[in-house]
Nanobody
Framework: QLQLVSSGGDLVPPGGSLRLSCAAS????????IGWFRQAPGKEREGVSC??????????YYPDSVKGRFTISRDNAKNTVYLQMNSLKPEDTAVYYCAATDCSNYVRGFILGSWGQGTQVTVSS
């Protein structure tokens, strides 16, 4: 079953940085496009980044709300995908999840498999 585990969430001040990690067991991440998603209280889950599979050239996708601040990357040797978040804002506060997805449809929360346990990111002074 395609279920990934996200970690690395924390409480950080506005303007701070954080790196989230996404790991899998039992299957190889580089065969899949991987997305990062977030859900804030009272809001729908939204996609915040996507990296294409390692089959061919790599493509990266970001919505305008995080473009220039968030960077997604993968380390195939560690079977891990990362989300580097810089210049964090209070509105970035949410539970963050990673999942296998389709980068053409990730923004609205489309995933393959099921949601794993997310990691809480809180941006506050």
């Amino acid at each position: 079953q395609l279920q990934l585990v996200s970690s690395g969430g924390d409480l950080v001040p506005p303007g701070g940085s954080l790196r989230l990690s996404c790991a899998a067991s039992g299957f190889t991440l580089d065969y899949y496009a991987i997305g990062w998603f977030r859900q804030a209280p009272g809001k729908e889950r939204e996609g915040v980044s996507c990296i294409s599979s390692s089959d061919g050239s790599t493509s990266y996708y970001y919505p305008d709300s995080v473009k220039g601040r968030f960077t997604i990357s993968r380390d195939n040797a560690k079977n891990t995908v990362y989300l580097q978040m810089n210049s964090l804002k209070p509105e970035d506060t949410a539970v963050y999840y990673c999942a296998a997805t389709d980068c053409s449809n990730y923004v609205r929360g489309f995933i393959l498999g099921s949601w794993g346990q997310g990691t809480q990111v809180t941006v506050s002074s």
